[in-house]
């Protein structure tokens, strides 16, 4: 019986992350040095409670009033109503969410601990790899 690949097979296992503590203003200078357009957001014992992407950052200056941007923390701007997959979810089913979906990431997340993310990157590199090929 044919096994299909899983996502763990591809995904990124070392991922940038941010704590919902951090002072949002550092989170975008995080972003920025690290040059990714989004982060999870993830606690101390390693729960995923959000992400921070580029469009909540620019909340800061949608919010700010008379050139005063508003301040706070990561977890005052981030998006908490996230869609995460499982790591042994087939490649197949994730490259179907992404067709779907108006983002370019997916959080993988195995019993609410952040494990890596998938982007459709990865999903690129899986079928180059000989999915496609047969």
Same mark, same amino acid.
């Given at each position: 019986m044919y096994k299909l690949p899983t996502v763990r097979q591809f995904m990124d296992r070392f991922v940038d992350t941010v704590p919902p503590d951090?002072?949002?203003?550092?989170?975008?200078?995080?972003l920025l040095a690290k040059r990714v357009t989004g982060v999870p957001v993830v606690t101390a014992p %390693?729960?995923?409670?959000?992400?921070l992407t580029e469009t909540?950052?620019?909340?800061?200056?949608a919010k700010g009033a008379d050139h005063d941007?508003?301040?706070g923390k990561?977890?005052?701007?981030?998006t908490v109503e996230i869609e995460t997959i499982p790591s042994k979810m087939d490649i197949y089913y994730a490259a179907g969410i992404f067709l779907h979906a108006n983002f370019r990431r997916l959080p993988v997340v195995?019993? %609410?601990k952040l494990? %890596?993310?998938?982007?459709r990157f990865d999903i690129l590199r899986a079928i180059s790899g000989g999915l496609g090929r047969g």
């Open positions: 951090m002072d949002v203003l550092d989170a975008v200078d995080y %390693g729960e995923m409670v959000g992400i909540d950052c620019l909340k800061l200056l941007m508003p301040r990561v977890s005052d701007f981030m195995d019993d %609410g494990v %890596g993310v998938i982007t």
